[in-house]
């Protein structure tokens, strides 16, 4: 297990608007123990990604073009079993939330939550 006082949590944020990876990207970057090493605008540049960016956790929105992120769940669930994802969607039904866990997500948060629930997952992830 890594030292996150001496190194700090790697996230990629995997969501299709520029704006809100740009924002969220800012308020993460202000928490030391974490660093956004990569970010993604759909779930191929994603899984492209993850062949060159080691990663501790994923910040994955579900809706997302050219491979959604159920889709790209599963795939890195297979591919990357170690990494953790954390679903951040607007989708509060308990189909996808269920859907998402047994696909290997090991959080969801919505996007409407305080961005300090966010912080607190990935804690928590």
């Not at 890594?2 to 202000?30: E, Q, V, W």
């Not at 990357?80 to 308990?94: A, I, W």
Request: glycine fraction near 4%; hydrophobic fraction near 45%; include cysteine.
């Amino acid at each position: 297990m890594r030292d996150t006082a001496i190194y700090p949590c790697r996230i990629i944020l995997a969501d299709d608007h520029d704006i809100f990876r740009a924002g969220l990207k800012s308020l993460i970057d202000k928490e030391t123990q974490f660093k956004i090493v990569g970010e993604a605008k759909d779930g191929q540049s994603l899984l492209n990604l993850l062949k060159t960016v080691k990663c501790d956790i994923i910040v994955l929105d579900l809706s997302m073009p050219n491979m959604d992120g159920m889709t790209v769940l599963r795939v890195i669930h297979e591919k990357y079993p170690e990494l953790k994802v954390l679903v951040l969607t607007m989708l509060k039904d308990p189909e996808h939330f269920r859907y998402a866990m047994a696909s290997g997500a090991c959080g969801y948060v919505l996007k409407d939550d305080a961005y300090e629930e966010l912080v607190l997952a990935l804690r928590v992830v």
